[in-house]
């Protein structure tokens, strides 16, 4: 075990967290981590949400009803631009309170709770202290009463601006608890975002379901869905740029996962190893082999999550393309064309031909050693 192990020498390394979490291999990981949060939330915004339920509309929608612009300027909430870059500097914004938070979350508990509190003092006065100036002002001008119309206004200022951070936040959420996850070391951080991102999915799956999207009226129809109809496909040939697009949402995702949760369980290895392990060589060694297969394996298992869902999505086409230059028939052209395979679950039916065919082919290509060769490749030769 760890704690029976006797060093055999220190060197200059160690295994603390100090010297750790700026090492290339955990910086590398994080900012891959950032990386793939930020590409997975524009792949989200840019399927779902870009000009269906973006929160420009919602701010536009909020301003004609209440008459009054709201305080945020465009610039900082993206409504005067189009597309993507609408969401440029929020998303930004948000990767700055994400940092933040991962900051605060390494401090002292002292320090934490005088930032907290200082944040909840600058609210209410933010909310509140105008308001109460002005009314105290009143009673004493003009004794003790309800407050006027002119002191009842001076709330109009905070409460939108409060309204307006809340939408803002909202939509930002999976951006905001990513970064506190990833820079600060938090499991529950990197949860709340794939959760996030997995709800919205979710609930906007069913609320497009054609049955539900008929009873929303007018809501409905600005919701953006995928077409029943599976259109002829345009990325290398095999699926559409839906489908690739909800692809590389899913990869992202676990490229975003599987690096932050790789830092996170590393360190915490690294700091439950006993003193004098974390300065013995080996073990130094033994970390930088595991971070280095880390990296690779997450690079190349996910690569290949992403070729194998592409073939598998479009393999009907490919093996009717292939059935038919063989037999030169016309029945599979004739099975291409029916309705099963063009409906949106003939995916599945792809899927799972390409799964068949790759299980039987075990019997044939032996896997384990063709993988074991290519793993054998990039271990070093001592």
């Known amino acids: 075990m760890a704690g029976e192990v006797t060093p055999q020498g220190e060197g200059a390394r160690s295994l603390h967290l100090r010297q750790l979490r700026v090492q290339w291999q955990i910086v590398t ?82 320090f934490q709770q005088r930032v907290k509190l200082g944040f909840i003092i600058t609210m209410i006065i933010l909310l509140a202290g105008r308001f109460t100036f002005g ?12 407050p006027g119309d002119d002191v009842l206004k001076l709330l109009e200022w905070p409460l939108l601006m409060m309204l307006s951070l809340i939408i803002l936040t909202f939509y930002l959420l999976p951006i905001i608890t990513g970064t506190r996850g990833i820079w600060g070391l938090s499991r529950r951080g990197v949860a709340w975002s794939i959760g996030f991102t997995l709800l919205f999915l979710g609930v906007h799956a069913i609320l497009t379901f054609p049955l539900i999207r008929s009873q929303l009226g007018s809501y409905g129809s600005q919701l953006t869905t995928l077409e029943i109809i599976v259109s002829e496909p345009t990325v290398f040939g095999l699926v559409t740029a839906e489908q690739f697009s909800l692809i590389l949402i899913a990869c992202l995702m676990m490229v975003f996962q599987e690096s932050a949760f790789g830092v996170i369980r590393q360190l915490e290895y690294a700091y439950r190893l006993p003193e004098s392990c974390k300065r013995d060589p080996e073990y130094v060694a033994q970390m930088d082999n595991l971070l280095n297969g880390h990296i690779r394996h997450t690079a190349v298992f996910l690569s290949l999550t992403v070729v194998a869902t592409t073939i598998a999505l479009g393999f009907h086409s490919v093996l009717l393309d292939w059935v038919g230059g063989i037999t030169g028939s016309q029945w599979a052209s004739q099975v291409g064309e029916s309705i099963e395979l063009t409906l949106t679950y003939g995916l599945v039916i792809s899927a799972l031909l390409f799964l068949g065919i790759m299980a039987l082919l075990r019997f044939v290509v032996p896997w384990q050693r063709v993988w074991g060769l290519i793993e054998s490749s990039f271990t070093p030769r001592e």
């Not at 009314?135 to 309800?146: K, T, V």
């Open 29 to 110: 990981l994080q900012v891959l981590a950032t990386l793939a949060l930020v590409w997975m939330y524009l792949e989200v915004v840019s399927t779902y949400v870009v000009g269906s339920i973006d929160h420009t509309q919602l701010f536009d929608t909020l301003e004609t009803a209440l008459g009054t612009e709201l305080p945020l300027a465009d610039w900082l909430t993206g409504s005067g631009s189009d597309g993507l870059a609408r969401f440029y500097v929020p998303m930004g914004l948000g990767l700055g309170l994400g940092g933040a938070m991962a900051v605060l979350a390494f401090q002292t508990p002292k």
């Open 135 to 146: 009314y105290a002002w009143q009673l004493i001008g003009d004794g003790w009463g309800a």
